[in-house]
């Protein structure tokens, strides 16, 4: 017979992994839809969206779940990856199929330990957040540049591109991207949380948040 606390750990590892399947499929999903529309939209290629979405799961999303983030990460970007690997090589798919979700977490797990409430979009929150985003902007711009010099070679028709110039454009991209989500979705966060507290998250309630000041600034630098 199985005790009550094994029946009780069981029930817990069940949930656990059901929620860490829900996530990493749908960040998963969500991931690599943006990703195609960047790599397809000329307009997006000195922004890069990607960032301020993984900087707000880092932000929203409890510690434990993280890993299912990474391999949400993964499964879609090693895909992608792949179907360049005649061209640019085995190592570049490697070195490129890590999850920059998995260099940003240490720093993250940090800053959430020091600033437990960085998630709470308010003003005096807002210069650690900036702070956080320039530094995970650094580590993307270092994973872009290692990952550029371990192409075989390029794609037809591009030329070779400057290291600082190129490390420029990889770090406003990520950076732009994520000054213009991450406190979108931080905003959004709040709201729904503070609405399902007060158990009045109604159409009502979303489109007082959509009137919002703050939501209306940030949808006018989004265009």
């Known amino acids: 017979m199985v005790s009550g606390d094994g029946e009780g ?15 990493a499929v749908l960040y998963g999903a969500t991931y690599a839809g943006i990703r195609e529309i960047s790599i397809a939209s000329v307009s997006l290629s000195n922004w890069i969206p990607l960032a301020g979405l ?12 993280w890993p299912a983030l990474i391999v949400g990460e993964l499964v879609p970007l090693s895909y992608q990856n792949h179907e360049s690997l005649d061209q640019f090589g085995l ?11 998995s260099i940003l977490a240490p720093g ?9 409430g960085l998630a709470n979009p308010v003003a ?3 210069g650690c957040l900036l702070g ?10 270092l994973q872009g540049l290692i990952s ?18 190129l490390g420029c454009q990889y770090f406003l991209g990520a950076y732009l991207g994520a000054l213009s989500i991450t406190p979108l979705i931080l905003l959004v966060a709040r709201a729904i949380r503070r609405a ?3 158990r009045r998250l109604s159409f009502l309630e979303l489109g007082r948040f959509a009137r919002s000041s703050s939501v209306f600034g940030m949808v006018c630098l989004l265009v």
């Open 91 to 101: 190592t570049w798919v490697l070195v490129n199929s890590i999850p920059p979700m």
């Open 148 to 165: 550029y010099s371990l192409l075989k070679q390029l794609a037809p028709g591009e030329q070779p591109l400057p290291y600082d110039e």
């Open 196 to 198: 399902y507290a007060e």
């Open 108 to 116: 993250a797990w940090l800053v959430r330990s020091r600033l437990p």
């Open 9 to 23: 750990q069981m029930g817990g590892w069940r949930s656990y992994l059901a929620w860490s399947v829900g996530i």
């Open 54 to 65: 993984r900087l707000s799961c880092l932000l929203l999303v409890r510690p434990r779940f």
């Open 124 to 126: 005096r929150n807002m």
């Open 132 to 141: 956080f985003a320039f530094v995970a902007s650094i580590a993307k711009a």
